[in-house]
């Protein structure tokens, strides 16, 4: 049987900074003998609202395994990428409120353009930039989630999505143990198998309660979302546009309310079909 973290053609392994794609990196690097061939190519997409451990973590991961990792970042200008790294990487959602100019409105659980922007067209760009016509994305999606699993299966027309943890029938539980083992590792508390203050810090797509939760553990990354929020207001053609979600409170109000002791009621859930992945 064929090792599905092993690659003979082109392709581009999405690293989103998490213990999961951390573990699935590992893994490619072992199939390809410890040193990953030319045809394969690591990358970091950076959108700028990445927690700092998630950045020590992606620099940490490259330099222990000896492995190249390219960091992509959207500048909106042409080129509308440029190369990064530890060092020089954007830590002030420079990125996100780049494309939030260019579109004039929000992104939102139905147009999630960040993610078409900042880290999937930013992938692409740099397979382009390469000089390829077609290549496989490697995704970190896992055997536990069978739902984004299934609905990343259709790839693009330059690209083919694959998901070796899934096909190695790799869960939560094999990544922890990994990481349990491991003599470095992302800084970041771990709930249930996933890090709520991890990758993109506030994200519209986590729930209230953790969007509440982070606030009140670190009230400063509420001012950006806040700001974008006050920004688009200006910018969008629509009300609708001026906020990340229209069947909750802004940022503004749950910020508010993060520093009350009442609580909002927690109308919803974690949407999780993104490509920012754990």
Same mark, same amino acid.
């Given at each position: 049987m064929s090792d599905p973290f092993f690659f003979s053609e082109p392709a581009i392994v999405s690293f989103s900074g998490g213990r999961t794609s951390g573990y699935m990196l590992r893994r490619i690097i072992q199939a390809h003998g410890g040193t990953l061939p030319d045809h394969v190519h690591v990358v970091f997409s950076n959108t700028g609202k990445e927690m700092p451990q998630t950045l020590d973590f992606v620099r940490d991961c490259g330099e222990r395994w000896g492995v190249p990792i390219t960091w992509v970042e959207y500048v909106g200008a042409n080129p509308k990428y440029r190369i990064v790294d530890h060092a020089t990487a954007s830590r002030n959602g420079e990125p996100f409120e780049a494309i939030i100019r260019k579109m004039n409105f929000l992104p939102n659980p139905v147009t999630r353009f960040c993610t078409a922007e900042l880290k999937i067209r930013a992938s692409a760009w740099f397979a382009l $930039?390469?000089? #390829?016509?077609? #290549?496989? /994305?490697? %995704?970190g999606l896992r055997a536990d989630e069978p739902r984004r699993v299934a609905k990343a299966k259709n790839g693009r027309d330059r690209w083919e999505n694959v998901m070796p943890l899934a096909t190695a029938g790799i869960t939560k539980r094999h990544v922890a143990e990994f990481w349990a083992t491991q003599n470095f590792g992302l800084d970041l508390q771990s709930i249930n198998g996933t890090t709520p203050h991890g990758n993109c810090d506030l994200c519209f797509l986590k729930s209230q309660a953790t969007v509440l939760g982070i606030m009140r553990d670190m009230p400063e990354r509420a001012e950006w979302w806040i700001r974008m929020e006050a920004l688009a207001l200006a910018l969008a053609s629509k009300p609708t546009g001026a906020v990340f979600r229209? =069947?909750? !409170? /802004? *940022?503004?109000? %749950?910020? $508010?309310? $993060?520093? =009350?002791? *009442?609580? %909002? !009621?927690n109308i919803d859930e974690p949407l999780t079909e993104c490509f920012c992945h754990e």
């Open positions: $930039s390469l000089g #390829w016509e077609n #290549w496989l /994305s490697v %995704l229209t =069947d909750r !409170p /802004s *940022y503004a109000a %749950l910020f $508010s309310a $993060s520093k =009350d002791q *009442y609580v %909002l !009621p």
